[in-house]
């Protein structure tokens, strides 16, 4: 028997086949394991407006984070490759819910639900993360009691999440408070 033949039998086969894949994994991850971008960032969804805080944690290519929202909270599940990442948010939150218009008897559908999508771009020299967030519409019905009758990402905006919230322009530092009790608006699609 050659040597190669002695190496491969049925109980080394399997070691070096995890092995290799182990390997492939890190060469093409590496970047991953070794741009940190876990750490507060900062998001201002328009020019002027609150300072929202973004907690994100990192183990290599997979990223967690979360936000407090007024009234609520948004988590963070993702991917990272070293240069793109991308992220998917559920939101939490009745109030939260409520504060954006929608009826009562749909936000036990949507709470804890994936609202949006993000898609960045890391540039390490200016410490940001530029991209676009695909938002989705929630279709409800308009018989009683409503119920949510579909759901579509829409048109993706831009978004920037950076590092210093001072690199944004007349940076109010107040977070924004949900309105009193007003009864609730018609707006059927989340940030």
Avoid: C
Wanted: glycine share 8%; hydrophobic share 35%; net charge positive.
């Amino acid at each position: 028997m050659t040597l190669f033949a002695l190496m491969l039998d049925e109980t080394t086969l399997p070691f070096l086949v995890i092995g290799v894949a182990a390997f492939l994994f890190l060469l093409i991850y590496f970047r991953a394991f070794i741009t940190l971008i876990g750490g507060t960032w900062y998001e201002q969804k328009e020019p002027g407006g609150p300072v929202q805080p973004i907690k994100l944690s990192q183990i290599g290519p997979w990223v967690w984070g979360h936000s407090s929202v007024p009234g609520g909270s948004s988590l963070y599940r993702g991917w990272f490759n070293g240069k793109v990442l991308k992220l998917r948010r559920k939101d939490h939150g009745t109030a939260y819910f409520k504060h954006l218009g929608f009826p009562d008897a749909v936000i036990s559908t949507l709470d804890g639900s994936e609202m949006a999508r993000a898609e960045f771009r890391y540039n390490a020299a200016k410490q940001k993360l530029e991209g676009k967030h695909f938002p989705q519409k929630i279709d409800i019905s308009r018989t009683r009691p409503p119920k949510v009758m579909g759901r579509v990402y829409i048109t993706p905006q831009p978004r920037t999440w950076v590092r210093n919230p001072k690199q944004f322009p007349d940076v109010p530092h107040t977070p924004q408070q949900p309105p009193s009790d007003e009864g609730p608006q018609q707006v059927l699609h989340t940030r």
